[in-house]
């Protein structure tokens, strides 16, 4: 291991915020909303006078399912909301298991719970991604779907999922809330299994605020998430995309407004130029980092459709990767992972299989708890890899020489630790 002084000496430097679609709200977006304001018509269904007829909403859904070369796209409240609408689409409910990764966010299990669902934790693999093997390992006769996250720009390997789920019967709901506008292969996330869902909370690639939005390409699905989210009915607007033939149901409101919808329809305009630069810069620090003896670059199904706003790189022990990410923090770079994404078998819910009442939690029949499925030791791979990783930010307003900052002090702290 080279000493402190053998190594070329760096000082710390601030950056840019490391953020994406946050970073460019700009004069696009608050064009939209004072068109919104303006027309008064903040309601997405209809305004004072009879003959008003909002549209942004509307816009904004049409808009975005060309962008994700999808047929259907309903805008709504929240990520979460969207994971409602389209479990609830899927027809998830009681006594049905769903398959989610254990590396995820809260509302991806407990979206499930919500609905009536038994959510089945998945270990992942060093995509950071839920592995077809898991699906195989964890499938039952009660298996009625999968939730698959797409985590932080990069894809699942979504041929090998979605042939064994294929195979089994088993529906395919993609969770698209970290990596919106990524491909696989070609096609973009979303589009590619039964049903997809995004959000666009402040943190996520483009952002509302607070949003998010199904889509699908099957007319039931859709017809079942429009009921879902605005308490059981179907309004003109979206009886002008189908034929409604479904029954209707218990839903909640998950509406999005005209105002939330101008500020989407703003970012979705970006999407792709934001996607451009945070791609260059990751091709850009890849060339420098990723060569380096005992580094491990995060596997991908296709690194050409990964959105590049963040890089997972594993070391080989635990303590290089916290020595690592101690030099990087000591010189300014905000190395920590940009999403609240967690060890789910860890969270306080599952820990206590809590749900809002004690008759509504899948798991209250179950004696002794944790079960198996449901404890540390069940995820091996997760837990040998987190701890390896260092995260490297890449945001949308950082430059080349941010990069070769951030490269710099990557190369630097690798080699005061020793790593190789
Ligand atoms: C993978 C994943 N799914 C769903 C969500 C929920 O999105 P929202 O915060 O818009 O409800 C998030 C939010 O972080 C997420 O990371």
Same mark, same amino acid.
């Given at each position: 291991?080279?000493?402190?002084?053998?190594?070329?000496p760096?000082?710390? #430097?601030?950056?840019?915020n490391?953020?994406?679609?946050?970073?460019?709200?700009?004069?696009?977006?608050?064009?939209?909303?004072?068109?919104v304001? =303006?027309?008064?018509?903040i309601?997405?269904?209809?305004g004072?006078k009879?003959? @008003?007829?909002?549209?942004?909403?509307?816009?904004f859904?049409?808009e975005?399912?060309?962008?994700?070369? *999808? /047929?259907? +796209? !309903?805008a709504?409240?929240?990520?979460?909301?969207a994971l409602?609408?389209?479990?609830?689409? !899927?027809?998830?409910g009681?006594?049905?298991?769903?398959?989610?990764?254990v590396?995820?966010?809260i509302?991806?299990?407990s979206s499930?719970? #919500?609905?009536?669902?038994?959510?089945? !934790?998945? @270990?992942?693999?060093?995509?950071?991604?839920?592995?077809?093997s898991?699906?195989e390992r964890?499938?039952?006769? /009660?298996?009625?779907?999968? !939730?698959?996250?797409h985590?932080?720009?990069?894809?699942?390997?979504?041929?090998?999922?979605?042939e064994?789920?294929?195979?089994?019967?088993?529906?395919?709901?993609?969770?698209c %809330?970290?990596?919106?506008?990524?491909?696989? =292969?070609?096609? #973009?996330i979303?589009?590619?299994? @039964?049903?997809?869902?995004?959000?666009?909370q402040?943190?996520k690639?483009?952002?509302? +605020?607070?949003?998010?939005m199904?889509?699908t390409?099957d007319?039931?699905?859709?017809? #079942?998430?429009?009921r879902?989210?605005?308490?059981?009915q179907?309004?003109?607007a979206?009886?002008?995309?189908?034929?409604?033939?479904?029954?209707?149901?218990?839903?909640?409101?998950?509406?999005?407004?005209?105002?939330?919808?101008?500020?989407?329809l703003?970012?979705?305009?970006?999407?792709?130029?934001?996607?451009a /630069?945070?791609r260059?810069?990751?091709?850009?620090?890849?060339?420098?980092?990723?060569?380096?003896?005992?580094?491990s670059?995060?596997?991908?199904?296709?690194?050409?459709?990964?959105?590049?706003?963040?890089?997972?790189?594993?070391?080989?022990?635990?303590?290089?990767a @916290?020595?690592?990410?101690?030099?990087l923090?000591r010189?300014?770079?905000?190395?920590?992972?940009?999403?609240g994404?967690y060890a789910?078998? %860890?969270?306080?819910?599952?820990? /206590?299989?809590?749900a809002?009442?004690p008759e %509504?939690?899948?798991?209250?029949?179950?004696?002794?708890?944790p079960a198996?499925?449901?404890?540390r030791?069940?995820f091996p791979?997760?837990?040998?890899?987190?701890p390896?990783c260092? *995260?490297?930010?890449i945001?949308?307003l950082?430059?080349?020489?941010?990069?070769?900052?951030?490269?710099?002090?990557?190369?630097?702290?690798?080699?005061l630790?020793?790593?190789?």
């Amino acid at each position: 291991m080279q000493t402190r002084s053998e190594v070329a000496p760096l000082e710390p #430097r601030t950056l840019p915020n490391p953020g994406i679609g946050q970073c460019m709200i700009g004069e696009e977006e608050t064009n939209l909303v004072n068109q919104v304001m =303006k027309s008064g018509l903040i309601f997405r269904y209809y305004g004072l006078k009879p003959e @008003d007829r909002p549209a942004l909403a509307d816009t904004f859904e049409r808009e975005f399912c060309e962008m994700m070369g *999808v /047929k259907y +796209g !309903l805008a709504v409240t929240s990520g979460t909301a969207a994971l409602e609408c389209a479990l609830a689409a !899927l027809g998830v409910g009681p006594g049905d298991e769903v398959i989610v990764p254990v590396w995820s966010w809260i509302s991806c299990v407990s979206s499930i719970v #919500r609905v009536g669902g038994t959510p089945v !934790l998945a @270990d992942v693999d060093e995509s950071m991604t839920i592995p077809a093997s898991e699906i195989e390992r964890l499938a039952t006769d /009660k298996t009625k779907a999968v !939730l698959l996250v797409h985590f932080q720009g990069v894809a699942c390997d979504l041929d090998a999922i979605m042939e064994v789920c294929r195979s089994r019967g088993i529906l395919v709901l993609e969770d698209c %809330a970290s990596s919106v506008g990524a491909s696989h =292969k070609g096609r #973009r996330i979303g589009s590619i299994a @039964d049903i997809g869902i995004y959000s666009f909370q402040f943190m996520k690639v483009m952002t509302s +605020g607070e949003g998010g939005m199904v889509v699908t390409n099957d007319p039931k699905l859709y017809e #079942r998430a429009v009921r879902m989210h605005d308490v059981g009915q179907v309004r003109p607007a979206h009886a002008a995309h189908i034929e409604p033939t479904e029954i209707s149901f218990f839903g909640s409101n998950y509406r999005m407004t005209e105002l939330t919808a101008a500020v989407g329809l703003a970012q979705l305009r970006k999407l792709d130029s934001m996607i451009a /630069k945070t791609r260059h810069s990751y091709h850009r620090l890849a060339e420098k980092v990723c060569h380096l003896p005992g580094v491990s670059e995060r596997t991908m199904a296709d690194p050409e459709g990964n959105l590049g706003i963040e890089m997972y790189l594993r070391l080989p022990t635990a303590e290089h990767a @916290d020595k690592v990410t101690a030099e990087l923090k000591r010189l300014g770079i905000p190395c920590a992972q940009r999403t609240g994404t967690y060890a789910q078998y %860890a969270r306080e819910y599952i820990v /206590k299989r809590q749900a809002h009442h004690p008759e %509504a939690s899948p798991f209250k029949d179950v004696k002794d708890w944790p079960a198996p499925g449901y404890r540390r030791e069940d995820f091996p791979r997760l837990n040998d890899i987190v701890p390896r990783c260092v *995260v490297l930010p890449i945001g949308v307003l950082y430059t080349d020489e941010d990069i070769d900052f951030i490269a710099a002090g990557f190369q630097r702290a690798h080699a005061l630790a020793g790593v190789g």
